[in-house]
Structure formats: C-alpha cells, structure tokens
C-alpha cells in the first residue's frame, strides 16, 4: 500500500504520515520527525508511549492467554484489577465491571441505574438528565446525554430526546453574582428540571466533574459540587460521574470527584484508566445497587471483551505505574507548572480567553473579545487552524467547539502524567511559535471583522 491509498476512513480526509514508534512524551512518524504529544492522543495515554513495565507484564498475560470469556472464566488479571480499582476509590466504591472503553462506560452506568430502579419498585424511573453543552459518547445512549450539537444533530430523530440543563460556564457570565453564587444557581437548574419532569420519573444525572471535550477542562464553582449531590440525594436521584477523561490520575487526583469530597453512585472510567495500552474501561458502583440487581436475576448487559485478561493486564499495570512512579502527585505539581505558563500566554495573545482545569486536564479558549467573550468569527476555523499549525512544528494539542459544537474554539493541553519541566518549556515554546504564527495569519483580517 502507498501513502496516496487507503481503505481506510474515519471523521476526515485530513492526510496523516504514518507512525512509527512512541517513546515516554514523544511520537515518531516514519520519516523520522517527532513530535511531543501534549494531548496525550485524546487524552488517553495517561502514562506516556511505550512504557516497558506495562509492555513486559502484557507480555507475560499474552504468554499465557488471551482471551478467557467471563461466562467460563475468572481470571486473575480481572479480579485483581477490580480490587486495585476499588483501593485507589472513595469509599462505597466497591464493585466493578469492565468494558472496553468510555461509550461503553457510559452506557453501562445507566443500565446499572435502570435495572438497580426496576430491581427496587422504582420502574417509573427511565429519565437522564444530562448538561449542555457536554460529551458523554457516540454511541446512541451515550449519544443521546450528550450536549454537542454536530455530533447529535444527525442521530436526533432516531433518539428518544434525554432532557439537559445548563452546562456552569460561569466563565461567560456577567453579572453581579459571586462564583460561590452562580454554583449554587446552576446547580439549581437540576431540582427545576427534576420537578418539570417528574421527581418519580427521573433515574439519574450524568455529568463530567471536569469538563471534556466539549467544554474544554471546564471546572465549576466548589457550591456546584455539593449542591448538585444534596439534589440528587433529596429526589432519589442518582448520581453519575463521567470520569472518562478526568479519571485515573489526570487531574491530581485518582477520580476528579475527590477534589470537591463527593461519592457518585457510579463512575465511568476508561481512556487514561488503561492509558492507550489496550481498549479498557469500567463502571464503579456501590453494592447496594449491584447486590439488588444480581438478586433480581442478574445485569441485563455485556461485551465480549469484558474482563478480557489481557487487558485487564495492561490496566493493572497501568495503577501500578501511577502508584509507583508517583504519577498522580506528579500531575499535580505539573499541572501547577503548565497552567501558570498558559496564564502568562494571556499576556501575550489577547485572543486567549480563558484558561482553565485541574492538574494536567488543562485547556485554553479563543476570543474576539475578553470583556465580552465573544468567541472568534466561526469562518475563521480557528479550533482546526491552530492544531494544524502546530501539528506541523511537532506539537499535539485537541481542539473542538466550545458553545455547543456551533462556535467558540477551545484547545485542551494535556500531556501525558510522566512529563517533566523541560517538557513542559518545550511544549509552551512551541506553543508560543504556534500562537504567533496564527496571529500574524488573522491580523489582516481580525481589523475588518472583529
């Protein structure tokens, strides 16, 4: 095959060399150039490329199987990969299943919800409330929670239509509120939506504790986090935590949730959780929602590849490398580093809006206008120009929409756990080269349009 053919497709036509090894922070076309992966792919590689420990201890599992189907099997790398999952959780935390990544993450939670409402007498419950904007999957559940609209728009008529509050981007706001204020005014839009649709119909409300991709590592005010789960626990409400992205370490924290003290119902991990190492996921949940549902007749739900050992493998060796190598503190004290020098870039650039996260799930936004965060002019295609430019001096960011999938341009910086200081000065110089060239790209145009 030549570089000129593919078979293949995905979302574009957007050409890519091919790669050719991965080293720590660094990825290799086959040309020989480098790049440093500052996105940690789509956040997933939590623990960097080719990591020998993780490599040799899939190779050992590989010797021996790589596949044992859960209905004949238990098998060791599984079951000790639930134990390790459920020590590194809050407490109440204590029962796993696995799958093979966020999507299916997702969508398990709330068939667990489902059957843990029907096994209890609480059948009238099959409502999710999500948020808007948000990212939750693409699959047709997950699909459905989520708030994006180029992604959902499509698929709508073949949806049932899950109802969605507010995303608390109180960074857009102009009022007169304190941010302690404006949480508690979002978290309020939760009991409104509750009581419009019927406390006795709603099942749950899933949401990112960090925002994804489609918020750009939005965090909300601290009285969000405790409001939102007093409402939840005062309609019989349960709590979902998509910690997709936001889980396994990346925020400083092995779950975003302990940032703020709160215990969801459940939580959906995966990306970082099996680092790029293998397709991997999970739901963690308490037992008093599984043990209800198991005696009712057992979880209507399954894939394949849950449990698979082989990947269970990679995981537990994916827990392991961040326990040994310090690699949550790690991302903490980088993410400190990373966020202040974005910070300074705001001085520089002043189409840069926003800057925002925790740890290293870090992201900055473009404006036309910082007093009134209007986003750039939408034909300027700013979310895919600047990744482009990058991208050819060898940096990996992610980028999407922020308003919804409509406008707005936001780009996460989240390289892998591992990464060091110098690293980090890489990243921002090229980065910084990065942002100049673009803004010598606009500034013959950004005086007639903005």
């Not at 189907?69 to 299943?97: C, I, N, Q, W």
């Not at 750039?376 to 060898?394: C, F, M, N, Q, T």
């Amino acid at each position: 095959m030549t570089d000129t053919q593919s078979y293949l497709f995905y979302q574009t036509r957007n050409p890519r060399p091919f790669l050719d090894r991965g080293e720590g922070v660094y990825l290799f076309d086959e040309s020989g150039k480098r790049y440093i992966d500052a996105s940690s792919g789509a956040m997933v590689s939590n623990i960097g490329h080719s990591n020998p420990r993780v490599l040799a201890k899939m190779k050992a599992q590989m010797d021996k199987a790589t596949f044992g189907y859960r209905l004949h099997f238990r098998t060791h790398p599984s079951e000790d990969l639930a134990a390790k999952t459920v020590a590194m959780t809050p407490d109440g935390l204590d029962r796993v299943f696995f799958v093979s990544g966020g999507s299916e993450a997702v969508e398990s939670a709330v068939k667990l919800a489902r059957q843990y409402a029907l096994a209890t007498g609480q059948g009238t419950r099959h409502k999710v409330i999500s948020r808007f904007p948000s990212y939750h999957g693409c699959t047709f559940g997950a699909l459905d929670l989520t708030g994006y609209d180029p992604l959902r728009e499509p698929f709508a008529p073949m949806m049932e239509g899950m109802p969605k509050i507010a995303t608390p981007t109180t960074y857009l706001d102009r009022d007169s509120l304190s941010e302690e204020e404006r949480g508690i005014r979002y978290a309020e839009l939760l009991r409104e939506e509750i009581k419009a649709a019927g406390p006795e119909t709603v099942l749950a409300f899933l949401m990112e504790p960090i925002g994804g991709a489609s918020t750009g590592a939005l965090v909300a005010p601290d009285s969000y986090y405790t409001r939102i789960r007093e409402i939840c626990d005062a309609y019989g409400v349960l709590l979902i935590y998509d910690e997709v992205m936001s889980g396994a370490g990346r925020t400083g924290k092995f779950l975003a949730a302990e940032h703020w003290g709160i215990t969801p119902d459940i939580v959906a991990l995966s990306k970082g959780f099996g680092a790029g190492y293998a397709p991997l996921g999970a739901i963690v949940a308490g037992a008093r929602l599984v043990d209800p549902v198991l005696d009712a007749g057992g979880f209507q739900h399954g894939f394949t590849y849950a449990g698979n050992p082989l990947a269970c493998s990679a995981g537990l060796a994916v827990l392991e490398e961040l326990e040994e190598q310090n690699l949550i503190e790690n991302a903490a004290r980088m993410g400190d580093v990373l966020k202040a020098k974005l910070n300074r870039l705001m001085d520089r650039y002043p189409f840069i809006g926003d800057v925002r996260g925790k740890g290293l799930l870090l992201a900055f936004e473009l404006v036309a206008d910082r007093e009134t965060m209007q986003p750039l002019p939408k034909k300027w295609d700013a979310h895919s120009r600047l990744v482009e430019i990058a991208y050819e001096l060898g940096l990996i960011i992610y980028s999407r929409r922020t308003r919804g999938g409509h406008e707005g341009d936001h780009f996460l910086i989240c390289p892998p756990l591992i990464v060091t200081a110098p690293q980090i000065d890489e990243i921002m110089h090229l980065l910084d080269n990065a942002l100049s060239r673009y803004a010598e790209e606009i500034a013959p145009v950004s005086k007639e349009t903005v």
